[in-house]
């Protein structure tokens, strides 16, 4: 079979004067003036936004692009949909592409919810013969019947990315791409949404390119990843890997940190995310409980080591601290020796996002700190969107710092 | 099933990617459909406005030139005159201004989606043409209400004046809506521009009236004059001057080619640029 997107030697680069807005005649002429007078060439700053990528594609993967802001994303989209072409290389695309670089493009407040399907859909490729086909569909999607032949300029913003995702998941291209589009919207639309795109991809055999930064889309969606890094390929691969290798790279620090801290009492020797058979892994949900792990060396025999960890969020804040509080050795010398530690950090604490693990050995009592290694190593929590977890039915971003799901009681005390 | 195979490489060679405007012809008639759809529900009188611009400026010439400054017409009244230069004029100025600015208009489309990028200032004169036909058929009244006769001849020579206004409007639209992307200052001095072709083209004057031979040539290259002559034939019943006409349908074509060369140059850019 040959591959639907086939990349080789692609590059793009941009002049650094291009990064203003536009240029004016002005500027222009005064700048050769100078040129003129100096009889110096300036040299335009240029930067590769993509340089080297070389991508093989196959019919009905569903391919998640991940990378920090600059990486280079949007723009390797950009120029599979045309849209902007590359400096160096070449790509082979089979198949019709659909774009989806953000929904709505084209939408016109002045028209209709019915007249805004029919131009919205055209310009997103479709004939008009098969936006009259989908019409029904596509209203019945969207969920806006009552308004559809209101002006859009009465419609909440909400309804107005109803309306225009409704009309892009009735495209019916063999090839999409899609670029953080469901950055926006209720929690129940977006399931919504990823559920018409799996249908689409899985039963139909098309392939998706998605952009996100919310890792739980990518793997909820994609079974394949994609990281760029300044513009190149850092790692291909499955989507669980792929995040996994994402998220540690935000810490710098390998999967497992290894051979970290020493002194004359005790060494660091590995720190691990685990799962609940032991496995390492960096990406959770919200339902799993997660282990996190330290081995450690003593080497001196005859001290009363606690453990502890940190845990911090994105936000630098601090969740909470565990120490080694509910164990037998808690007030025990260590004997010479290795060991591993784990604490169980329940399921259904924490909500999504990245966090960040500090481990010490320390004694309080002795005011004693052997090592404290800060933010040493990642992890990643998201929503699968189950309706057994803490968010229960209720769509959107669910608040708060941590995430429990707690037992509640309800009794009738009065008629 | 019929599979699409796209190349992507960096832009070499030029071809003016007629082939491609033809697969997306649909989107041709959405773009054109909306900005219609939109200018007649923005505005309170509606398809009125349009007639009544020229109209106005009818009036207006007319009690200038032909009560206070008379200009002579003959055998054409000059109201009927000025008003069949007028609605011309009109197509041809709100096609090239419409179309110069209709890039940097839709840039939030043009980063977004690809599509062949010349059915934008090609909407934009399409739309005018539509003000046109509702102006046509009203000046084909004023015509009847003024007795004037018209020739046969108008069956060819009113759609030869319309075609070489559309054509030479889409060149020379395109080519602004090219520069204005590229350089954002150069708007500004459009409206000036096309304000120096509306006093080098014969809407509210006839170019036999001018007494010096050297102007006429100079003026013949402005294709407005040349589409003019043409327009007229019909109502004057006069032979046309055939150096205006040559002339003009040469700088017609020379615009529509350099129009659409150097916007399909700078096009591949447009997005990284607007």
């Given at each position: 079979m040959q591959p639907a997107i086939e990349i080789k030697n692609l590059g793009k680069q941009y002049k650094l004067?291009?990064?203003?807005?536009y240029i004016s005649l002005r500027d222009v002429l005064a700048g050769s003036l100078k040129r003129l007078t100096r009889s110096k060439q300036s040299e335009d700053q240029k930067f590769w936004a993509l340089k080297d990528i070389d991508l093989d594609i196959m019919p009905g993967e569903r391919i998640g692009i991940i990378g920090r802001?600059?990486?280079?994303k949007s723009t390797l989209l950009k120029i599979i949909s045309k849209i902007t072409p590359p400096t160096t290389g070449h790509a082979t695309i089979r198949g019709r592409v659909g774009s989806?670089?953000?929904?709505?493009?084209?939408?016109?407040?002045?028209?209709?919810g019915r007249e805004n399907i029919f131009l919205n859909g055209s310009i997103l490729g479709l004939k008009r013969v098969e936006i009259s086909r989908q019409l029904d569909a596509i209203i019945d999607f969207s969920g806006v019947e009552k308004f559809?032949?209101?002006?859009?300029?009465?419609?909440s913003s909400g309804m107005q990315l109803r309306l225009a995702f409704a009309v892009a998941a009735h495209l019916e291209p063999e090839i999409l791409l899609i670029d953080e589009?469901?950055?926006?919207?209720d929690i129940e639309f977006q399931k919504k949404c990823i559920g018409k795109m799996e249908e689409v991809s899985k039963q139909h055999g098309r392939t998706i390119l998605f952009v996100s930064h919310n890792m739980s889309y990518i793997s909820g969606l994609c079974n394949k990843a994609i990281l760029l890094n300044n513009g190149s390929i850092l790692k291909t691969g499955s989507a669980t890997e792929v995040i996994n290798n994402y998220v540690t790279g935000i810490t710098n620090t390998e999967n497992s940190a290894e051979g970290i801290s020493e002194n004359k009492v005790v060494s660091l020797t590995n720190v691990r995310i685990v799962d609940a058979s032991g496995n390492s892994k960096q990406n959770f949900s919200t339902e799993e409980k997660l282990g996190v792990e330290m081995q450690y060396r003593v080497k001196e025999a005859g001290h009363v080591l606690w453990l502890g960890y940190n845990i911090h969020n994105k936000e630098g804040i601090n969740i909470f601290d565990t120490h080694s509080?509910?164990?037998?050795?808690?007030n025990e010398p260590h004997d010479i020796g290795t060991y591993k530690a784990i604490a169980w950090i329940p399921a259904n604490l924490l909500n999504t996002g990245i966090y960040f693990i500090s481990c010490a050995v320390f004694n309080h009592q002795k005011t004693v700190i052997y090592f404290h290694e800060k933010d040493i190593i990642a992890f990643n929590v998201f929503d699968?969107?189950?309706?057994?977890?803490?968010?229960?039915?209720s769509p959107g971003?669910?608040?708060?710092i941590i995430r429990p799901l707690l037992d509640w009681e309800i009794k009738k005390t009065d008629q | 099933m019929e599979k699409f195979i796209t190349h992507i490489h960096p832009p070499k060679g030029f071809s003016p990617g007629f082939k491609e405007l033809w697969q997306y012809r649909e989107l041709f008639y959405f773009f054109t459909w909306r900005d219609i759809k939109v200018k007649y529900k923005q505005t309170v009188l509606g398809i009125l406005w349009a007639l009544l611009q020229p109209l106005g400026m009818m009036v207006i010439f007319t009690f200038l030139f032909s009560k206070t400054w008379p200009i002579n017409t003959d055998p054409v009244q000059y109201p009927v005159f000025v008003l069949s230069g007028l609605i011309l004029w009109n197509l041809f100025n709100t096609s090239v201004s419409q179309a110069g600015e209709s890039m940097i208009l839709n840039a939030n489309i043009i980063k977004k989606i690809y599509f062949p990028r010349l059915i934008i200032p090609g909407s934009s004169v399409l739309v005018a043409l539509f003000d046109f036909i509702m102006c046509f058929f009203v000046f084909l009244l004023f015509c009847l209400l003024k007795h004037q006769p018209l020739q046969w001849t108008a069956i060819l020579l009113f759609p030869a004046g319309l075609l070489m206004v559309i054509v030479s409007a889409f060149g020379m639209g395109t080519f602004l809506a090219a520069l204005n992307v590229k350089y954002?200052?150069?708007?500004?001095t459009v409206p000036f521009l096309l304000q120096v072709i509306f006093f080098a083209s014969?809407?509210?004057?006839?170019?036999?009236?001018?007494?010096q031979e050297w102007l006429k040539y100079i003026l013949s290259l402005n294709p407005m004059n040349g589409a003019l002559e043409l327009f007229r034939v019909p109502l004057t019943g006069n032979a046309p001057d055939m150096i205006l006409v040559w002339t003009g349908l040469a700088a017609t074509l020379l615009l529509f080619c350099l129009g659409i060369f150097f916007f399909r140059k700078t096009e591949a850019y447009f997005a990284d640029i607007s």
């Open positions: 004067a291009n990064a203003e807005p802001n600059g990486a280079g989806l670089l953000e929904v709505g493009t084209g939408f016109h407040p002045e028209l209709t559809i032949d209101t002006p859009l300029k009465h419609y589009v469901l950055a926006v919207g509080v509910k164990t037998p050795q808690y699968t969107f189950n309706s057994e977890s803490a968010r229960g039915n971003e669910f608040p708060g | 954002r200052d150069f708007r500004y014969q809407v509210i004057y006839p170019l036999r009236s001018i007494k």
